[in-house]
């Protein structure tokens, strides 16, 4: 018969339960065994950050606040007829909003319009094609647009880019697209064209920087597969990258119309300033900010004011309303996943 099979087991190291900790593991030991009870502590902080994140929801709150309340003359008066009146004289106190509504949209939209394509070829270009000796010189420069005041990019326009506009661009745009009726009308330079192209420059580098980011956050292993599969360089940025990066995109775009809707000293400077709607991009117009920079301080009537206040809450309305549909867009986007590779 055969004898069974043996089974050895080692004998245990000598020493080996003698192991003493560290130092460095006794010093902690000895800091978690003589803190105490903790949840003094933990409770603190958690109602410290919960009034960080309620103080967001307090701010909004009384700049709305604020504003209703300064604009009751008005709202008793015009209701909500004031977003939709056209009429601005402060002379014969009768005023409406839906002038610098428009203005504040168009030269937004606009710039957006002009800037988001440039904006996604820095990006591209930047991360995926650009020679290493030239990125940082490269990403410096259009960073440091971000950090040029307003009022600068005004100066600049006056003097350089609305001559620019009304000597060369306008008149060829006349000629060729003149028939559209959107470059139609006086050209005298100052108008919702200049506003939307100072815009577009001042937002650029905001979309452009964070579209980058997002670009570089997306896993090499995408680029990848998709050039193991055959594709070209621009089907690789295509399906491997902008789909994989379109959410933080559209964040990087959202981001920039705020900063539009939102700007005044620029806008101001080149936008021409009458209270007027034409479908002409040649013809000027007026922003919400605009006007209540313009007019705060020469308002003598409490209607004036109130009517200014209550322009200040339509601008809060409008970016509020945009960053919901933006929100929404977004939403939206997330249903459809990204393109994986295996």
């Given at each position: 018969?055969?004898?069974?099979a043996?089974?050895?087991?080692s004998?245990?190291?000598?020493?080996?339960?003698?192991?003493?900790?560290?130092?460095?593991?006794?010093v902690?030991?000895?800091?978690?065994?003589g803190?105490?009870?903790s949840?003094?502590?933990?409770?603190?902080?958690?109602?410290?950050?919960?009034?960080?994140?309620?103080?967001?929801?307090?701010?909004?709150?009384?700049?709305?606040y604020?504003?209703?309340?300064?604009?009751?003359?008005?709202?008793?008066?015009?209701?909500?007829s004031?977003?939709?009146?056209?009429a601005?004289?402060?002379?014969n106190?009768?005023?409406g909003?839906?002038?610098?509504?428009?203005?504040?949209?168009m030269?937004?939209f606009?710039?957006?319009?002009?800037?988001?394509?440039?904006?996604?070829?820095?990006?591209i270009?930047?991360?995926?094609?650009?020679?290493?000796?030239?990125r940082?010189p490269?990403?410096?420069?259009t960073?440091?647009?971000?950090?040029?005041p307003?009022v600068?990019?005004?100066l600049w326009?006056?003097?350089?880019?609305?001559?620019?506009?009304?000597?060369?661009?306008?008149?060829?745009?006349?000629?060729?697209?003149?028939w559209?009726?959107?470059?139609?009308?006086p050209?005298?330079?100052?108008?919702?064209?200049?506003?939307g192209?100072?815009?577009?420059?001042?937002?650029?580098?905001?979309?452009?920087?964070?579209?980058?980011?997002v670009?570089i956050a997306?896993?090499?292993v995408q680029r990848?597969?998709?050039?193991?599969?055959?594709?070209?360089?621009?089907?690789?940025?295509?399906?491997?990258?902008?789909?994989?990066?379109?959410?933080?995109?559209?964040?990087?775009?959202?981001?920039?119309?705020?900063?539009?809707?939102g700007e005044?000293?620029?806008?101001?400077?080149?936008?021409?300033?009458?209270?007027?709607?034409?479908?002409?991009?040649?013809?000027?117009?007026?922003?919400?900010a605009?006007?209540?920079?313009?007019?705060?301080?020469?308002?003598?009537?409490?209607?004036?004011?109130?009517?200014?206040?209550?322009?200040?809450?339509?601008?809060?309305?409008?970016?509020?309303?945009?960053?919901?549909?933006?929100?929404?867009?977004?939403?939206s986007?997330?249903?459809?996943s990204?393109?994986?590779?295996?």
């Open positions: 018969m055969t004898q069974p043996k089974i050895h087991v004998e245990p190291v000598a020493g080996l339960s003698d192991v003493k900790p560290s130092a460095e593991h006794s902690v030991r000895t800091f978690l065994r803190r105490g009870n949840a003094i502590a933990d409770g603190t902080f958690k109602v410290l950050v919960f009034l960080c994140a309620l103080s967001i929801f307090g701010i909004v709150f009384l700049i709305a604020e504003l209703v309340s300064r604009s009751h003359l008005t709202l008793s008066k015009f209701g909500l004031f977003f939709f009146r056209s601005w004289d402060p002379v106190s009768n005023f909003a839906w002038p610098f509504i428009y203005g504040t949209l030269s937004s606009l710039a957006l319009l002009i800037s988001v394509p440039f904006a996604l070829g820095v990006a270009f930047l991360t995926e094609m650009c020679p290493k000796w030239l940082a490269l990403s410096f420069i960073e440091l647009l971000a950090a040029i307003s600068v990019y005004g326009a006056i003097f350089v880019l609305i001559p620019l506009l009304r000597d060369y661009v306008n008149p060829k745009l006349m000629f060729t697209l003149g559209t009726g959107f470059f139609g009308g050209n005298a330079g100052y108008s919702m064209l200049a506003a192209v100072v815009l577009a420059i001042m937002i650029l580098p905001i979309i452009s920087s964070l579209t980058r980011e670009m997306v896993p090499r990848e597969g998709v050039l193991a599969l055959g594709a070209t360089r621009w089907e690789m940025i295509r399906i491997g990258v902008l789909r994989n990066a379109r959410i933080g995109i559209v964040g990087a775009i959202i981001l920039g119309l705020g900063r539009a809707l005044t000293m620029a806008v101001t400077m080149v936008i021409g300033n009458r209270p007027v709607i034409s479908a002409s991009l040649f013809a000027p117009g007026y922003t919400l605009s006007v209540i920079a313009n007019e705060f301080a020469e308002a003598t009537s409490d209607l004036y004011l109130n009517s200014l206040f209550e322009l200040g809450l339509v601008l809060l309305a409008v970016t509020i309303v945009v960053n919901i549909l933006a929100q929404i867009m977004l939403k986007m997330t249903g459809s990204p393109i994986k590779v295996n």
